[in-house]
């Protein structure tokens, strides 16, 4: 049973799910119907960004690959993706975690104007 809907803002993660390997895609896919269909996510698929206020991060390992994607909550019952990389380090780059702050805002300022 579906919990939540999944929306896509603009084009941003539409772009980095078509540059992924077809495998790459359908754990992608297979993520996205657990964010939908689970009411509770472990923090090994979902968890919050430390230092944001209502960032998320899903995360998604294939094949000794790590990728991330940001999304956030609109009504507890949307979530939004933005932004997704390949992750190549222990660390979360800052620049993608700012160009995913900037699209969540930019997502809340043009839904409510």
């Not at 809907?5 to 297979?30: C, G, M, P, S, W």
């Not at 090994?44 to 944001?52: A, N, V, W």
Request: net charge positive; with cysteine; aromatic share 14%.
């Amino acid at each position: 049973m579906k919990k939540r809907d999944v929306v896509f803002y603009k084009h941003y993660f539409n772009e980095f799910y078509l540059a992924q390997t077809e495998k790459v895609r359908k754990k992608i896919v297979q993520t996205l119907i657990w964010l939908q269909t689970i009411d509770v996510l472990p923090v090994s698929i979902l968890r919050s960004i430390k230092g944001t206020k209502g960032l998320y991060e899903i995360r998604i390992e294939f094949g000794g690959d790590i990728f991330r994607v940001f999304c956030c909550f609109d009504k507890q019952a949307i979530v939004v993706l933005f932004n997704g990389f390949q992750k190549k380090s222990n660390k979360t780059p800052n620049k993608e975690i700012e160009k995913a702050e900037r699209l969540m805002k930019e997502y809340f300022s043009c839904k409510n104007s």
